[in-house]
């Protein structure tokens, strides 16, 4: 007697021409991966100087290297001696704090500056410097590099958002028809890309406004990709390896 859950639809008992085709975007998609994880590496990979991804490359990446501009890592070597320490930290929080023309008043730089500067970095003092008399001598060196712009994370959030849920899309659907996968786990394997994903382009802009984020961004890719695996291989598995006949007696007890 031949049970009505046998004739479900399952991954193994697919056609050829359906397993060819399934087969053939799996295959596709996970080299596109490979190539998204390759291209990471040269975007964000190298931000810190050094190969290989970190947190460090997303903080730089996302929220930039505040602490990297010419008068921060003047002030810390070869200008140190220029000023007692409390003026040195009042110039550099200033950087921090984004470097304004009002608050370079305010805050009091333009006397430290008038004080212990200017006798050097002035024309009159005939030394090939910078003037700092004038502002926007200053302003260039105080330059940072505040990461990824707000338009630039808005077109890559929104094109990772359309194309990355097509990809899961069909990965998804394929893997629904999976016979050895208890449902609960299947439906949450199928839906945690997702979250993720939200998580991920969350994080991107999360981890502009604050560093502590970038690790947000590693757990969401990393989560992303896994399910990715967990899908690829169990689909791949059960078209290609799995025996028919254990396919379809795990598909009829499952479904009870
Ligand atoms: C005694 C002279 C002297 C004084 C005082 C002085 N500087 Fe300089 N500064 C130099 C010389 C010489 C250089 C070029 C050599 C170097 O970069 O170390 C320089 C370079 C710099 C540069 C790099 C400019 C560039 O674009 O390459 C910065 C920034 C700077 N100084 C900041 C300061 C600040 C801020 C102060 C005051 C707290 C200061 N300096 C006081 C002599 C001086």
Redesign the pocket.
């Known amino acids: 007697m031949i049970s009505q859950a046998t004739h479900k639809i399952n991954l193994c008992n697919q056609g050829l021409a359906l397993k060819a085709l399934f087969t053939g975007y799996l295959v596709v998609v996970a080299i596109g991966y490979a190539m998204a994880l390759v291209q990471i590496q040269f975007t964000h990979g190298l931000a810190d100087g050094e190969l290989g991804l970190s947190v460090d490359d997303i903080v730089y990446s996302y929220y930039g290297k505040r602490s990297g501009s010419?008068?921060e890592?003047?002030?810390n070597?070869?200008?140190q001696v220029?000023?007692p320490d409390a003026?040195?930290l009042k110039?550099i929080n200033w950087v921090h704090k984004g470097a304004e023309e009002q608050a370079f008043h305010d805050m009091g730089i333009r006397k430290?500056?008038d004080t212990?500067?200017?006798?050097?970095?002035s024309p009159d003092?005939g030394?090939?410097?910078?003037d700092?008399t004038k502002f926007e001598n200053?302003a260039?060196?105080a330059e940072t590099d505040t990461g990824a712009s707000f338009s630039s994370l808005a077109r890559v959030s929104h094109i990772h958002l359309f194309g990355i849920s097509f990809i899961f899309m069909f990965v998804g659907l394929i893997f629904s028809l999976a016979a050895g996968v208890p449902k609960y786990l299947k439906a949450g394997v199928i839906v945690m890309p997702y979250v993720f994903l939200i998580i991920d382009i969350s994080s991107w802009w999360l981890t502009k406004l604050n560093p502590i984020f970038a690790w947000l961004v590693i757990i969401g890719g990393g989560a992303m990709a896994l399910s990715f695996a967990f899908m690829w291989i169990v689909s791949m598995y059960e078209m290609w390896i799995m025996p028919r006949k254990v396919c379809d007696t795990r598909a009829a007890l499952l479904d009870e």
């Open positions: 010419v008068i890592a003047k002030l070597g070869s200008m220029m000023a003026d040195r110039i430290i500056m212990n500067c200017i006798m050097c970095h003092s030394m090939p410097v910078p700092f200053v260039k060196r």
